[in-house]
């Protein structure tokens, strides 16, 4: 998409036929563009990891008959509000980190604050309304969740400078994101596990790998303005760290399926996300700046896919 003197109250690299803009007044734009309401992928993401564990966690409750399907359910819809809540936030959060930068790089420049649309106190008052409806989120679970939940705020607020100071800001973000690999768990059982453990570092290197691909598209913009990122180290070799980090993803899950006793569909929905992978990694042209974003959208389907596989898995007869 390209601005216009038309549309310049909406962002270079969105879609311009979102919801956003049919539904919404055009005052509220800024805000959604701050929460990128308007690119789902991002909260689909954070959402994924949740599932998975709270899927891999009635495996094993439903194992042993202590699973009440009701509080499933309402964890499942929690954890959609939360991280709709808390990737709109993050993301406010980052664009105030990065105003400066996001004026020098040309995918990022009509975003609401580097264009003006938007004043930093209108979006740290926007950040706090997120967080609010995050943190009410968050005290609808156990106190062990809720201690769980909060500690993963140190990460959060330090990922956005992380591509300051190392050339792994993907891995920063993993840590972020992949937080719900623990919370998933934690939210059904009120305590940790092997699996929960394995979840979270699985999901820690996938979230390197579909990101590297993502940062891709920026890699020139990226170099000018001092950015760093594990597209910009890897460089041509990128398809091979690619196969180590979605390999390591598979085997890992593997082995927390392997542990929590999941039965066959489990598996049978691991092996269409490991051809999916495949598919990344053969087909990647890190050049591509189309088609590295459409790779990396890739992965909304492929998280559902891995959790369908361990949903139709819980034996709830």
């Known amino acids: 998409m390209t601005i216009s003197a038309d549309h310049t109250d909406r962002v270079y690299d969105a879609p311009s036929n ?54 499933f359910a309402v ?14 936030a993050g993301c406010t959060y980052n664009d105030l980190v990065d105003h400066k930068i996001d004026s020098e790089v040309a995918r990022t420049r009509s975003r609401p604050l580097p264009s003006g649309r938007v004043s930093r106190l209108q979006a740290k008052l926007f950040i706090l309304l997120q967080a609010l409806i995050g943190a009410a989120v968050l005290f609808c679970f156990n106190g062990f969740s809720i201690v769980l939940g909060l500690s993963s705020l140190v990460i959060v607020a330090v990922y956005p400078f992380a591509k300051r100071f190392t050339d792994w800001p993907q891995f920063f973000l993993g840590l972020a994101f992949s937080w719900g690999g623990l919370m998933g768990w934690a939210g059904l059982t009120g305590s940790l596990s092997l699996a929960a453990v394995l979840t979270y570092l699985a999901a820690i290197v996938w979230t390197i790998g579909y990101d590297t691909i ?8 990226d170099a000018l303005v001092g950015v760093r990122s594990t597209a910009r180290l890897f460089g041509d070799d990128t398809k091979v760290w690619l196969t180590g980090f979605y390999g390591g993803m598979i085997l ?6 392997i542990f929590t006793g999941v039965a ?31 790779l990396f959208k890739m ?16 034996p709830f007869a």
């Open 18 to 71: 979102s919801w956003v803009y049919r539904l919404l007044p055009r005052p509220a734009w800024p805000f959604a563009q701050l929460a990128r309401w308007d690119r789902p992928i991002g909260w689909q993401l954070l959402m994924w990891p949740c599932f998975w564990s709270s899927a891999l966690a009635a495996n094993h409750l439903a194992r042993n008959h202590e699973l009440h399907g009701w509080s």
């Open 75 to 88: 964890q499942l819809l929690l954890f959609f509000l939360g991280a709709v809540a808390m990737r709109g």
């Open 214 to 221: 993502y940062a891709h598209q920026d890699k020139e913009d």
């Open 252 to 257: 890992l899950l593997l082995f927390a399926f």
């Open 264 to 294: 066959l569909p489990g598996y049978l929905g691991l092996v269409v996300a490991a051809g999916l992978l495949t598919y990344q990694v053969s087909v990647l042209d890190i050049d591509n700046p189309t088609q590295c974003l459409a």
């Open 299 to 314: 992965n909304h389907p492929l998280g559902f896919i891995v959790f369908l596989g361990l949903l139709v898995a819980i």
